[in-house]
């Protein structure tokens, strides 16, 4: 189990450099609100990059607060895509930036209240998972305006649902054999496997 859970995180990480490069080469084909898709790609590539960057020269202190940084990013560039998809307020930026910077801090802030960083993890996606499941409900509403990138968003919320708990249990599963724990990331890795290919999908099918 651990050798597929490494097979399947390599795989995932070579997907999504799949996904940023043909994302970056339609980057025009896209309108202003779909850009931000090609923002979290982005993002998810940088944090794999570091993470790789990281892990190989060892840099512990660095290690510790990717995590806090992974949480905040991803916050801001996903609520970001469904900001700009509902035409909310301008003002909802400066709201989920505020989020966004307490995820940065909060674990040393309320350290001494057992605050750590997985408590960041599931608000930012129960939050994400209420913005993305309005915007579902009102794509059914408005079925003229069907967008290519829906069954993305689709994705999107099956992933963050699933996560919570993930991310939640993973301390817990350290105690158990590495087989339960390497299970549980397998899975993780495989929802990125269908996430990753239905980005390529949907870019590859962009045409001018």
Known sequence: MEQFYNISGIISVILLAIALIIGISKYNLLSKNEKWYIYYI???????????T?????IIGLKSRLY??????EF???????????????????????????????????IKYGYNNDYSKA????????LIGYSLIQDIKNVESKSS?????????????????????QHQLIKF????????????N?????????????FLQLKK
Do not use: C, H
Not at 42 to 52: A, C, K, T, V
Not at 68 to 73: A, D, K
Not at 87 to 108: C, E, H, M, W
Not at 149 to 169: A, P, R
């Open 123 to 130: 608000i930012s996606n129960l939050i994400i998972i209420s």
């Open 54 to 58: 990281i892990t190989f020269f060892e």
């Open 149 to 169: 990138f829906q069954l993305i968003d689709k994705t999107l919320f099956l992933y963050f649902t699933v996560s919570i708990f993930i991310f939640m249990l």
């Open 76 to 110: 801001f560039v996903v609520t970001g895509i469904f900001i700009k998809k509902l035409n909310l307020s301008k003002y909802s930026y400066i709201i989920t930036g505020l989020v966004s910077l307490f995820f940065l801090t909060a674990d040393r802030v309320f």
């Open 42 to 52: 982005i993002f998810i590539s940088l944090i794999e990059f570091l993470s790789y």
């Open 190 to 202: 495989l929802m990125l496997w269908v996430l990753y290919s239905l980005f390529i999908k949907t």
């Open 177 to 188: 054999p590495l087989e339960y724990f390497s299970a549980i990331w397998v899975i993780n």
């Open 68 to 73: 806090p940084i992974y949480i905040t990013g």
